[in-house]
Structures are given as C-alpha cells and as structure tokens.
C-alpha cells in the first residue's frame, strides 16, 4: 500500500469556495463600517464649527454668512481628511445651517449629507446617521 501525501483538486475547490463565500459576506458589512466610522469626521466639524458660530454671534450679534469670516480661507471647507466638504447657509443673520456632504468613498454612504442648525437640530439623508 502506498501512502499519498498532500490534497487533492477537490479539497482545494472546497477550501476556495469557503473563503470566497466568507469574503462575500465579509467585504459588504466591512465597507459599512469604515463608512460608518468616517461620519464621525463630518459629526466632529459640524459641531466644531456650530460652535464658531455661536462664538461668532456672542461677539457680532449676528452669524456669519460664510465659513471665510469664521477664518477660513475659503466659503467651503474639506474635513481633516478630505472625505466631508463642510458648508454654511445663513438666512438673515439669525440662523444657519451647517451641511456636510460626502466625497470620495463617502459619497456612496446612505449618510452622504449631515446637517446641524442654530437649533442644535441635526438632520440627515437617512436615519440614524447621527449615532
């Protein structure tokens, strides 16, 4: 009797599709969770720049019409790592609203836009992205 060694054809089939059918189901729920994961980049300038905002009314009694008088070099502004552009929308110098609009890999996100108002009310393109 002779002892073979090593695998054969079909065990090495099985072991691929194993792996292919984990990868299947892996790769989807780990791309929502970088996505998820990176709102909190959008969460973090919104509330950071709110907050300018009400610094910015505190001294002037109105807010400001664009992120340039909060010191920015520009009316439109990209999140630390560029995946967020942060704009502001003031009405009458007596509210704002604040949007952040996904870019690159997080304009596929069902989350892709986030707002926050004078209000402190947040709102976004689906539900729960706040949390």
């Given at each position: 009797m002779i002892k073979q060694r090593g695998i054969t054809l079909i065990e090495l089939m099985?072991?691929?599709a194993i792996i292919g059918i984990l990868a299947g189901i892996a790769y989807p729920s780990y791309t929502?969770?970088?996505q998820r994961s990176n709102r909190s980049e959008a969460m973090n300038e919104l509330v950071r720049i709110a907050n300018l905002q009400e610094q910015f009314f505190a001294d002037n009694r109105r807010y400001a019409l664009d992120l340039t008088e909060l010191g920015?070099?520009?009316v439109t502004t990209l999140t630390d790592n560029g995946l967020y552009q942060v704009q502001v929308a003031a009405?009458?110098?007596?509210t704002f609203t604040l949007?952040?609009?996904g870019q690159g890999v997080q304009a596929t996100d069902a989350c892709v836009t986030m707002s926050i108002?004078?209000?402190g009310t947040r709102t976004a393109s689906a539900q729960n992205c706040w949390r």
């Open positions: 099985i072991v691929v929502q969770y970088v920015f070099p520009e009405a009458a110098a007596r949007t952040a609009t108002d004078q209000a």
